[in-house]
């Protein structure tokens, strides 16, 4: 490993040929504050201060705040993604979702939530819950002004607040939502082209077995 | 009378014995602003000299490894960001290091190009932020802090970009990163990187040469190389009194050897040392991350055989550990094969730079003992985890 002889010390001997003055080092720092000072009137990158609220500084399209859930078509309560699969709310770190499956009448699952609530003043904003959603249906918001006065209720968002439309993902991170149409749609055309196939499949089958009934009642004859 | 064996005794007069009336016994903290968090010094005066120094710490203590025991793999990895908040990607790093020991997980090179981008970029936070602060323990509180604030909200504005949070940033995973840079993020940081040594100058200007901070810092504080290498001290602390020991180069992770940087070295390991080794790492994280934006490689960013869901490791123990920029972070894990840890452990660097707290202080002044404090560059979210 090199050694760098780069700090010197008090006791280092002058360099010869420079006169030093007591006090000149302080002289030499409070240069540097006034440049700084009178830079801050005119240098863009030293004018930093953005006077909140009259002012916003745009936010990065990746920033995460809170988690939303979304909706297809236009009813948000029946067009939610989520299928109360509980896997986000397994592996939330504070485990901050809380997930009841709803059920029908005979207790068969209806793959929907009947409720679906998260606690925001728990919630640590890790974004894991849309990294591990298997079905494209939490994400990660970007809205931040949300102070209330209710400290408790408040705070506990429950599904209607938390649904959002497609729409507004595809606004808010337009890489991530077209990615995710596309993937959807490529999946949806796969079912389709699948039930599809099954069905000329079943269609075949029974052609071939009229067929076999035919030629059997034929030799009958 | 209890002192210090490595001062020399000029400072510290031998008293014959001491007057247990004639003591004075302060608390310094918790709440004291230059205890860099919640931490608390029981401080025993003769006059104006320390006579004995217990820290007392746990205020901030929000059990973290126990945590880390009941939830997943991947869960714990935000946790790891509140460890140390200056540097949350070098605790994700070294975080997902250990995982990958365990797992026997590959990184792409990509990732790791990103990863090392990522810490470099994290010691220059850290390095800045510690001058700032460092100053401040001086009273000279505002300028140097603020400087060095309005330096590290650009970088923090490059995280926000690439991980979605300016400190949580949550985004190392293990087998890589959780997304690639976004388009022209390269760009960004090279130029942040290339407008960096301008600010330095800057600083140094500011503080370099100034009589007051010469005459607080030289010859405070200082151990022997021995007492430092006994009590475990790593990173800058130790580097400051001439050890050339930087995990970096010592056990070469990631792909640290392919850049070329040198260590920087002190002498005599006194508060001054410590203040100006920061300063040369400054310079020698600006030459690793010139290289690695210019190398940068395309591929993949993750490798794609890594599980998000129901991440089981194999049986067995891991312990990584990287150069974090304020010494060695590592961390233990113990494996059943199940899907959270058996056993978490972490080695703190702050938390172990402070052990030898009261060694550098006794015999010096009550006032010295907050350049001190200061000189370690302790977190508390780190130190009381």
Same mark, same amino acid.
């Given at each position: 490993?090199?050694?760098?002889?780069?700090?010197?010390?008090?006791?280092?001997?002058?360099?010869?040929?420079?006169?030093?003055?007591?006090?000149?080092?302080?002289?030499?720092?409070?240069?540097?504050?006034?440049?700084? %000072?009178?830079?801050?009137?005119?240098?863009?990158?030293? %004018?930093?201060?953005?006077?909140?609220?009259?002012?916003?500084?745009?936010?990065?399209?990746?920033?995460?705040?809170?988690?939303?859930?979304?909706?297809?078509?236009?009813?948000? %309560?029946?067009?939610?993604?989520?299928?109360?699969?509980?896997?986000?709310?397994?592996?939330?770190?504070?485990?901050?979702?809380?997930?009841?499956?709803?059920?029908?009448?005979?207790?068969?699952?209806?793959?929907?939530?009947?409720?679906?609530?998260?606690?925001?003043?728990?919630?640590?904003?890790?974004?894991?819950?849309?990294?591990?959603?298997?079905?494209?249906?939490?994400?990660?918001?970007?809205?931040?002004?949300?102070?209330?006065?209710?400290?408790?209720?408040?705070?506990?968002?429950?599904?209607?607040?938390?649904?959002?439309?497609?729409?507004?993902?595809?606004?808010?991170?337009?890489?991530?939502?077209?990615?995710?149409?596309?993937?959807?749609?490529?999946?949806?055309?796969?079912?389709?082209?699948?039930?599809?196939?099954?069905?000329?499949?079943?269609?075949?089958?029974?052609?071939?077995?009229?067929?076999?009934?035919?030629?059997?009642?034929?030799?009958?004859? | 009378?209890?002192?210090?064996?490595?001062?020399?005794?000029?400072?510290?007069?031998?008293?014959?014995?001491?007057?247990?009336?004639?003591?004075?016994?302060?608390?310094?903290?918790?709440?004291?602003?230059?205890?860099?968090?919640?931490?608390?010094?029981?401080?025993?005066?003769?006059?104006?000299?320390?006579?004995?120094?217990?820290?007392?710490?746990?205020?901030?203590?929000?059990?973290?490894?126990?945590?880390?025991?009941?939830?997943?793999?991947?869960?714990?990895?935000?946790?790891?960001?509140?460890?140390?908040?200056?540097?949350?990607?070098?605790?994700?790093?070294?975080?997902?290091?250990?995982?990958?020991?365990?797992?026997?997980?590959?990184?792409?090179?990509?990732?790791?190009?990103?990863?090392?981008?990522?810490?470099?970029?994290?010691?220059?936070?850290?390095?800045?932020?510690?001058?700032?602060?460092?100053?401040?323990?001086?009273?000279?509180?505002?300028?140097?802090?603020?400087?060095?604030?309005?330096?590290?909200?650009?970088?923090?504005? $490059?995280?926000?970009?690439?991980?979605?949070?300016?400190?949580?940033?949550?985004?190392?995973?293990?087998?890589?990163?959780?997304?690639?840079?976004?388009?022209?993020?390269?760009?960004?940081?090279?130029?942040?990187?290339?407008?960096?040594?301008?600010?330095?100058?800057?600083?140094?200007?500011?503080?370099?040469?100034?009589?007051?901070?010469?005459?607080?810092?030289?010859?405070?504080?200082?151990?022997?190389?021995?007492?430092?290498?006994?009590?475990?001290?790593?990173?800058?602390?130790?580097?400051?009194?001439?050890?050339?020991?930087?995990?970096?180069?010592?056990?070469?992770?990631?792909?640290?050897?392919?850049?070329?940087?040198?260590?920087?070295?002190?002498?005599?390991?006194?508060?001054?040392?410590?203040?100006?080794?920061?300063?040369?790492?400054?310079?020698?994280?600006?030459?690793?991350?010139?290289?690695? $934006?210019?190398?940068?490689?395309?591929?993949?960013?993750?490798?794609?055989?890594?599980?998000?869901?129901?991440?089981?490791?194999?049986?067995?123990?891991?312990?990584?550990?990287?150069?974090?920029?304020?010494?060695?972070?590592?961390?233990?894990?113990?494996?059943?094969?199940?899907?959270?840890?058996?056993?978490?452990?972490?080695?703190?660097?702050?938390?172990?730079? $402070?052990?030898?707290?009261?060694?550098?202080? $006794?015999?010096?002044?009550?006032?010295?003992?907050?350049?001190?404090?200061?000189?370690?560059?302790?977190?508390?979210?780190?130190?009381?985890?």
């Amino acid at each position: 490993m090199e050694h760098s002889a780069a700090i010197k010390r008090l006791s280092d001997p002058k360099p010869q040929g420079r006169w030093s003055l007591p006090g000149i080092g302080l002289v030499k720092g409070l240069l540097v504050t006034a440049t700084n %000072m009178l830079q801050s009137y005119y240098r863009k990158d030293r %004018m930093t201060t953005v006077q909140y609220p009259e002012q916003r500084a745009p936010i990065s399209p990746n920033f995460r705040n809170f988690p939303f859930l979304v909706y297809d078509g236009d009813d948000a %309560m029946a067009g939610l993604r989520c299928t109360a699969c509980s896997i986000c709310e397994k592996e939330c770190p504070p485990q901050c979702i809380y997930i009841v499956l709803d059920r029908d009448e005979n207790g068969k699952s209806l793959k929907r939530p009947k409720v679906f609530d998260i606690d925001v003043s728990v919630c640590m904003n890790c974004g894991i819950c849309a990294e591990v959603c298997p079905f494209d249906s939490i994400y990660m918001d970007g809205e931040y002004e949300l102070s209330t006065s209710d400290r408790f209720g408040g705070l506990l968002f429950n599904k209607q607040r938390l649904a959002r439309s497609t729409n507004y993902h595809a606004k808010l991170r337009p890489l991530q939502a077209a990615e995710v149409a596309t993937r959807r749609k490529a999946d949806e055309d796969k079912k389709l082209a699948a039930q599809a196939a099954k069905e000329a499949k079943a269609e075949a089958a029974k052609e071939a077995k009229a067929e076999a009934d035919k030629e059997a009642k034929a030799a009958e004859a | 009378m209890i002192s210090n064996p490595f001062m020399a005794p000029a400072t510290n007069p031998a008293a014959p014995e001491l007057d247990e009336d004639q003591l004075l016994h302060v608390s310094l903290g918790p709440q004291h602003p230059s205890t860099h968090g919640v931490f608390r010094m029981n401080v025993v005066l003769d006059g104006e000299t320390v006579v004995s120094l217990k820290p007392v710490f746990g205020y901030l203590h929000r059990n973290h490894e126990k945590i880390a025991e009941a939830v997943t793999y991947l869960s714990s990895m935000p946790f790891t960001d509140r460890l140390d908040y200056i540097c949350p990607l070098t605790n994700n790093w070294a975080y997902a290091r250990a995982v990958e020991q365990l797992a026997g997980i590959e990184v792409p090179e990509r990732a790791e190009f990103i990863r090392v981008i990522t810490a470099e970029l994290t010691r220059l936070i850290n390095h800045t932020a510690f001058v700032g602060f460092f100053l401040g323990d001086m009273g000279a509180w505002g300028s140097a802090l603020m400087y060095a604030f309005r330096e590290r909200e650009k970088i923090l504005d $490059l995280f926000e970009d690439l991980t979605g949070a300016r400190m949580m940033s949550n985004f190392m995973r293990f087998g890589g990163c959780r997304n690639d840079l976004p388009a022209g993020w390269a760009a960004r940081a090279s130029e942040l990187v290339n407008g960096f040594p301008r600010f330095l100058d800057e600083l140094e200007n500011l503080i370099i040469g100034n009589e007051v901070l010469l005459a607080r810092t030289q010859n405070v504080g200082a151990l022997p190389k021995e007492a430092l290498i006994n009590g475990g001290i790593t990173g800058p602390m130790l580097r400051a009194a001439g050890v050339a020991y930087d995990i970096r180069k010592a056990e070469p992770y990631g792909i640290y050897e392919r850049f070329e940087f040198r260590v920087p070295l002190g002498e005599t390991g006194d508060c001054y040392d410590r203040l100006m080794i920061r300063f040369l790492e400054l310079r020698e994280s600006l030459a690793i991350l010139r290289q690695a $934006l210019a190398q940068l490689p395309d591929g993949p960013y993750i490798n794609p055989k890594s599980k998000v869901r129901n991440f089981k490791p194999p049986v067995g123990e891991a312990y990584a550990r990287i150069e974090g920029p304020k010494g060695e972070l590592g961390f233990h894990l113990i494996s059943d094969g199940s899907v959270n840890p058996f056993r978490y452990r972490i080695r703190p660097p702050s938390f172990i730079n $402070l052990t030898l707290i009261e060694d550098m202080c $006794l015999g010096l002044d009550l006032a010295d003992v907050v350049v001190i404090l200061g000189s370690v560059d302790i977190v508390l979210g780190e130190v009381d985890r």
